[in-house]
Nanobody, 120 residues
Framework: QVQLVESGGGLVQAGGSLRLSCAASGRTFSSYAMGWFRQAPGKEREFVAAISRSGIRNYYADSVKGRFTISRDNAKNTVHLQMNSLKPEDTALYYC?????????????WGQGTQVTVSS
């Protein structure tokens, strides 16, 4: 069972940047595609970004395309989400998860989430 721990959230002004990290336990991290999701208060959890097992391929939700970048370091068992040009509507609890890359849907472990708050 892979355990995931997110970090890097915080309070930032609109237009600012944050870099989220997700640290994974276990020796099989490179076997999994990974994704970031978010959930704002009163809303459903939504997909943000996905990255393939090798890190070569990725894709994004339209709402973050061009502003967010997902990356991974398989040697360090980490996946990152660089978030630039943040908007108040990006405020949410952000989660990383093991995903089915083709579907962009969760298929395994979740982290506990890290809060991102963007002030206007």
């Amino acid at each position: 069972q892979v355990q995931l721990v997110e970090s890097g959230g915080g309070l930032v002004q609109a237009g600012g940047s944050l870099r989220l990290s997700c640290a994974a336990s276990g020796r099989t991290f490179s076997s999994y595609a990974m994704g970031w999701f978010r959930q704002a208060p009163g809303k459903e959890r939504e997909f943000v970004a996905a990255i393939s097992r090798s890190g070569i391929r990725n894709y994004y939700a339209d709402s973050v395309k061009g502003r967010f970048t997902i990356s991974r370091d398989n040697a360090k068992n980490t996946v990152h989400l660089q978030m630039n040009s943040l908007k108040p509507e990006d405020t949410a609890l952000y989660y990383c998860a093991i995903i089915d890359y083709a579907l962009g849907s969760p298929s395994g472990s979740w982290g506990q989430g890290t809060q991102v708050t963007v002030s206007s």
